[in-house]
């Protein structure tokens, strides 16, 4: 059985691996299909070879542009990747551009379509990722759910048939690389407060300069901060001609992030994947952005919707820093790449 896993976003190197490494052991075909949506080298090769993952069989280069651009872009290149690959299932993941074309681009070439990390909803239509994952799980033939919460999405959208649930496979991926994590190149404080910041509204202006304006604040008063930098952040930080006092890095390996998140007293991030990872890592984290799509974090008080106010995200490092992060099943257990495996194949005619 031949399987193609589209990519093209940080996050999605991260959540192919498990599942890449996992068909190998079944003895079933792995195609890589890379859209090139992330390309800057600690974007992207980076987590390739720490992962331990091949070069992509295919590379569509695309990069950069607006949503629409980049989602032509990719439709276009990824037709005769497809055709050429014939794969018996199509896997998409979460929620990027990448994950959009993949979905159309496969159910255009009348292929079978599964979607990994199906069935959340952060409730917000003017969201980029809130339409690609809704167009996703639409189109797809067979939707993996990360948890509960996430099929019964599903389930008032009338997809339940399709829906399995095979918990999250950031999990899995937390799990097989955890021992393998190391120290970044730069200097750490004794503890800090792990930041990322990449959502494009956390990109204007006014967002931005609050979170700046309160990490800077947290920084002085309350506990040093460290923020690896998405190119984005860093060049839209630079544009308005902010100053953080607190450091700046390069984008991490994953391996170094782990051992950030390990080390640290508290995470505060826009990033969906940072938010469950401080849960599995038992650290609190706040929130950059005013909802969520892991709304179980909120609800098991591991996560505080702070959103971008600098006066707000100073004032809730009291209320987070001690919080007690519940050690509960809420993702599964660290094994839905064999589980996502067993449902292909059951869905597979000989
Ligand atoms: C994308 C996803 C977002 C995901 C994030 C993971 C969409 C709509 N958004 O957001 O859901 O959380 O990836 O990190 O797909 N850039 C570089 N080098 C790179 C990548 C990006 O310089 O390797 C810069 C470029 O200026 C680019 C900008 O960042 O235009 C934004 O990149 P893009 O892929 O559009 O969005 P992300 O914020 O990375
Ligand atoms: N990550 C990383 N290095 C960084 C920042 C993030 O390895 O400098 C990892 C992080 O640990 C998580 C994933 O990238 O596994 C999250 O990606 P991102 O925040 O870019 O996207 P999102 O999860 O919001 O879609």
Known sequence: MKIALIVGARPQFIKLAPLYFAIRQEGLTPIIIHTGQHYSPAMNELFFHQLGLPDPDHNLNIQGGSHSQMVGRMLKTLEPALTTTAPDWVVVFGDTNSTLAGAL??????????????????????????LNRVVADRVSDLLFCPTLKAAMHLKQE???????????????????????????????????????VHREENTLREKLEGIVEGLNRLHQQECPVVLPAHPRIRRAISRFGLKPIFALEEPVGYLQM???????QMVATDSGGLQKEAFFAEKPCIVLRPETEWEELVEAAAALIVGSSAERIFSSYHAAKDRKVPSIPLFGNGYAAEKIIHFLRENTPE
């Open 258 to 264: 782990l051992f950030l998140l390990n080390r640290c």
């Open 105 to 130: 681009a496969a159910k255009q070439a009348g292929l079978r379509l599964a979607h990994v990390e199906a069935g959340l909803r952060a409730g917000r239509t003017d969201m980029p990722e809130e």
């Open 158 to 196: 009338g997809l339940e048939g399709k829906a399995r649930i095979v918990g999250d496979i950031m999990l899995d991926a937390f799990r097989i690389f955890s021992a393998q994590k190391s120290a970044p190149v730069f200097p750490l404080p004794e503890r800090f407060i792990l930041a990322t």
